[in-house]
């Protein structure tokens, strides 16, 4: 069974840096796509990145020029490098994507981003 692991997140202050990594597990031959989501408290879930199995990069309006996405193909991990935070940036924030040819079917623990004077 494939699953995601999220890591990387913690306190910042704004204008701080974070790296997040999503660390897969189980039995993978390929990552068609994957995106990293966040979700602050009373808001849906949204897209923020996302990579395809070419390289291909698309990031939502707030966080362009602020965050990169990135992958390691050996060791299909995923990060989002994440730089110049804004409190608005506080949310849980999640990977998931196409794995295996198929979207993943279910959401992780999450990792917990909060940027606070």
């Known amino acids: 069974q494939v699953q995601l692991v999220e890591s990387g997140g913690g306190l910042v202050q704004p204008g701080g840096s974070l790296r997040l990594s999503c660390v897969p597990s189980g039995s993978i031959f390929s990552i068609n796509y994957m995106g990293w989501y966040r979700q602050a408290p009373g808001k849906q879930r949204e897209l923020v990145a996302g990579i395809t199995s070419g390289g291909s990069t698309t990031y939502t309006a707030s966080v362009r020029g602020r965050f990169t996405i990135s992958r390691d193909n050996a060791k299909n991990t995923v990060y989002l490098q994440m730089n110049s935070l804004k409190p608005d940036d506080t949310a849980v924030y999640y990977c998931?994507?196409?794995?295996?040819?198929?979207?993943?079917?279910?959401w992780g623990q999450g990792t917990q981003v909060t940027v606070s004077s």
């Open positions: 998931n994507g196409v794995i295996n040819g198929r979207t993943f079917d279910s």
